[in-house]
């Protein structure tokens, strides 16, 4: 693909400016609707109980783990949930501590620090501009302390791929997906620690922030590390902002973000997780990634009338980007491929 020649399906917006979410009714504004390469909108969501969700997730992942953290507040409650896996042992830990909606706060912006603190766990994100400083601590997750310390690098200029979704004036969603943000520290399960290296370790992150229907459903991927002297993420998904004109399908390299715009065709096996998952452009060769899966891991949460439930396979993405000129020959990069469906 020279450049110039890719021919987007359908025009998602740009924006350049800071711009808030909702109007003074906690509707959508529509001059948010877009996708911008830097964190732009202000999530000033309002009212309209019990819809509102929002949420901070990172993976923070290497050939050899995946340490994941994720604050939330669904409206009904808040809490904060941790996982870990060892893709080599299969070693699995996780744990959640809930809260009441509002017992801490979940900033309307992006680059804001965060933090959580319970008998189970306490958890603190500190950024204020620059490297974001990260600390873990659980002392009895499954029988295991889990402890970790660690910096996620910020290289300047580094692009993300932030987004409004629009279903309707009273359903939407702003997410902001950042990846290829190398990780320098450590995570310490029991006795064992893990490394975790610039040059391997990548922190991927899903800010989110939206009014959702009750019921929900979404395929997420994510690849991201080294190609040899490229720095790669590839961020897509489907089935949630199907029809809407938005979709979060993104390559970032070396710190640059190219936006595809398109929906993406995903073919995998619901009845084995361990099947490879192919997912690739339709209207243009710009993608077409396959992976591998190396550890499915299911979740299955019922209270009642909330429910969540899906897999999340990690595993190594092989397959061809095409972007600004250039081809490359993606093997064995590390990431996941997930369905997921929700009753909240």
Known sequence: MARGDYVPHYFERELTEPVLLCDEQGRLNPQAVGWS????VRANLSGHWPRKKKWNFWNWISPGFVFSVTLADIDFAQFCAVSFIDFETRRNLGGMAMKRSGSFPMPEEVERSVRFESKQMRYAQINEGGDIQV????????GQEVK???????????????????????????????????????????????????EECHGVQDFGRGMWPYRSYWNWGVATGRQGDDRIGVNFGSKWTTGTGSNENGICCNGRLYKIMEDLIWEYDPGDWMKPWRVRTGYSDMMDLTLNPI????????????????TCAFGHWSGVIRFDGREIEVKNLIGWAEEFAHRW
């Open 37 to 40: 390469r830097v964190p732009l």
């Open 135 to 142: 600390s873990f601590d659980a002392p009895d997750l499954k």
């Open 148 to 198: 970790a310390e660690f910096i996620i690098q910020k290289p300047p200029g580094h692009q993300t791929l932030n987004i409004v979704v629009p279903w309707s004036s009273e359903r939407f969603q702003m997410n902001s997906k950042h990846n290829t943000l190398p990780v320098e520290g450590y995570v310490r399960v029991g006795e064992r620690r893990y490394e975790m290296r610039p």
């Open 295 to 310: 550890y499915p891991s299911t979740t299955r949460i019922s209270l009642g009338f909330l429910s969540t439930g899906g």
